[in-house]
């Protein structure tokens, strides 16, 4: 597609609840990148996956975090046992190498 | 120190004013060096690369301090689209890992 699409853009859900949170980079782009964002925090690093390499997960918060990207596509990204503090915007970016990021519109996740 | 710092602000100026934003960074080996704009609830969007030599896109200038580890951001005769906040994110050298680091942000409001 012509740019990181990201599904759902919005997500409401109970505490102690499963969430997927989809992202579809831009067609050739070897690196994907997950990052949330809080509310007036900065952005937080959270697992990379370049080509076949193993992906860097040194962000992801606890175990209860994990992603998956399937044939060098389409990522998954998957919280477990939802809590409150899980709330925020999940953005999604991809990029070819060395160049900077395109970053999706992100999945606003709320956590009751 | 953290690894990328930035003046929060708000930074809040006359239109056709110049500002300007400082980024510093703490690992003397980063390689690539970015601006990024972020408008409200609104995804980061690629503002300007910095490369070594500094570069000009129309009225915004981006420079690189090696030596002072830090980046700047000049923005000349702002305008009201212009308020927003601006990212500085920073790329450690490293193999294959692209992954960048962002700063808070500094948030600027043009006033009319």
């Known amino acids: 597609g012509a740019g990181v699409s990201q599904s759902p853009s919005n997500k409401v859900t109970e505490k102690g609840k499963d969430v997927e949170l989809r992202c579809d980079p831009i067609?050739?782009?070897?690196?994907l990148y997950w990052y949330r964002q809080s509310l007036g925090q900065g952005l937080e690093f959270l697992i990379y996956?370049?080509?076949?390499?193993?992906?860097?997960k040194s962000g992801l918060p606890s175990d209860r975090f994990s992603a998956e990207r399937t044939g060098g596509s389409v990522s998954t990204l998957t919280i477990q046992r939802t809590q409150q503090e899980d709330s925020a915007v999940y953005l999604c970016?991809?990029?070819?190498?060395?160049?900077?990021?395109?970053f999706g519109s992100g999945t606003r996740l709320t956590v009751v | 120190r953290k690894e990328v710092e930035q003046d929060p602000g708000p930074f809040n100026v006359p239109e056709g004013a110049t500002v300007a934003f400082n980024c510093t960074y703490s690992?003397?080996?980063?390689?690539?060096f970015f601006w990024y704009r972020q408008d409200c609830r609104k995804e980061p969007k690629l503002l300007m690369s910095?490369?070594?030599s500094g570069n000009e896109d129309g009225r915004f200038t981006a420079q690189l301090n090696r030596a002072s580890q830090y980046i700047s951001l000049l923005i000349r005769d702002s305008k009201l689209s212009d308020s927003a906040t601006y990212l500085c994110?920073?790329?450690?050298?490293?193999?294959?890992?692209?992954?960048?680091?962002f700063g808070k942000g500094t948030l600027l409001t043009v006033n009319p």
């Open positions: 970016a991809s990029s070819p190498s060395f160049e900077g990021y395109t």
């Open positions: 067609s050739g782009h070897t690196a």
């Open positions: 996956f370049q080509g076949n390499s193993a992906p860097d």
């Open positions: 690992n003397s080996a980063s390689q690539s």
């Open positions: 910095v490369y070594s």
């Open positions: 994110a920073v790329r450690k050298s490293g193999g294959s890992n692209y992954k960048l680091t």
